[in-house]
């Protein structure tokens, strides 16, 4: 039973640039939630996608956005890159909004210079 | 200011030992709480969760205790193992989304 899978797994971009990230969910879920984890912190939320629609957002700017697919899978994209966007940008999938069940997926790791 | 945080930044314990990692939180509403275990390179790996109406739950040599007087959750983990070495953090749900401290590195010495 495959997991969350995310592409790719490392990525180098130059300041100024656009990103987009891939997510696809554990088999079953239908919502996918995107968090950003700078290095020695914590996940941060940044939205939440559910029936192709954003539902809920954390404290992000309009750069980031999102998209989901009627196969649930989901992009994460990212305008005018700045150096604060490296990270690790981590998918989690769930059944329904509610955040219980997550399985997160290994992460797709930003690095902007 | 985050209102998941964690106590300590780094624990050592010796193989075989019981390890406690802390976490205090600041939302008096938040009914769910989750620790999650990150291997590096690695997502997240849910651990063991429990909700605000339990003092405590047990799962495979993990125990989580939450003391809600003072917004206070701790993760033991029974004879620590080598590959118990990683970051531990603490989320609390607030609704659609985990709202997560910092973490705590565990490294388990031989």
């Known amino acids: 039973d495959a997991g969350v899978t995310q592409s790719p797994t490392h990525l180098i971009k130059t300041r100024g640039q656009q990103v987009t990230l891939r997510c696809s969910p554990k088999?079953?879920?239908?919502?996918v939630s995107w968090y950003q984890q700078a290095l020695g912190q914590g996940p941060q939320f940044i939205f939440q996608y559910y029936e192709e629609e954003e539902r809920q957002r954390g404290n992000f700017p309009d750069r980031f956005s999102g998209h989901q697919f009627p196969n649930y899978s989901s992009e994460l994209n990212v305008n005018a890159l700045l150096l604060g966007d490296s990270a690790l940008y981590l998918c989690?999938?769930?059944?329904?909004?509610?955040?219980?069940?997550?399985?997160f997926g290994s992460g797709t790791r930003l690095t902007v210079v | 200011g985050e209102s998941v945080g964690l106590h300590l930044p780094t624990l050592s314990v010796q193989e075989g030992d019981n390890s406690i990692i802390n976490c205090a939180y600041s939302?008096?509403?938040?009914?769910?709480f989750i620790w999650y275990k990150q291997e590096s390179g690695k997502g997240p790996q849910f651990i063991i969760d429990i909700r605000s109406n339990m003092d405590k739950r047990q799962g495979q040599r993990v125990t989580v205790l939450l003391n809600k007087t003072v917004k206070h959750l701790s993760l033991q983990i029974a004879a620590t193992q080598p590959g118990d070495s990683a970051v531990y953090f603490c989320a609390e749900e607030t609704g659609y989304a985990l709202n997560f401290g910092k973490g705590t590195s565990l490294l388990v010495t031989p």
């Open positions: 939302n008096s509403a938040s009914d769910y």
């Open positions: 088999s079953g879920h239908d919502t």
């Open positions: 989690a999938s769930s059944f329904g909004q509610l955040a219980y069940g997550y399985t």
